[in-house]
Nanobody, 126 residues
Framework: QVQLVESGGELVQAGGSLRLSCAVSGLTFSRYAMGWFRQAPGKEREIVATINPSGTSTYYVDSVRGRFTISRDNAKNTAFLQMGSLKPEDTADYYC???????????????????WGQGTQVTVSS
């Protein structure tokens, strides 16, 4: 049974930092591209960042580039999203997702991800 469990979301002041974690089980983690997505109230889900299986390539949406960093630890089957310089508009439920890939590439479309976590809530106060 595949499980993705996010943690680390909380209430933080604008300008602050948070580190989200995504613990993965039930699959061969090192063969999966990983992604972080978010959904704010009343808005559609959007991609935040993705990373290839080896951790050598990343993709970021423009609104977070330079502030967020995605990473992974294949030995611990865990993906991370380090968030800095947080803004109120970063407030959302954050989800991690996984997809099996043939090549060591980043995936940039949410529809291509097969497994999803339940989400963790991030609230940024102004």
């Amino acid at each position: 049974q595949v499980q993705l469990v996010e943690s680390g979301g909380e209430l933080v002041q604008a300008g602050g930092s948070l580190r989200l974690s995504c613990a993965v089980s039930g699959l061969t983690f090192s063969r999966y591209a990983m992604g972080w997505f978010r959904q704010a109230p009343g808005k559609e889900r959007e991609i935040v960042a993705t990373i290839n299986p080896s951790g050598t390539s990343t993709y970021y949406v423009d609104s977070v580039r330079g502030r967020f960093t995605i990473s992974r630890d294949n030995a611990k089957n865990t993906a991370f999203l380090q968030m800095g310089s947080l803004k109120p508009e970063d407030t959302a439920d954050y989800y991690c997702a996984a997809t099996l890939v043939t090549w060591d590439v980043v995936i940039t479309a949410g529809r291509d991800f097969d497994y999803w976590g339940q989400g963790t809530q991030v609230t940024v106060s102004s």
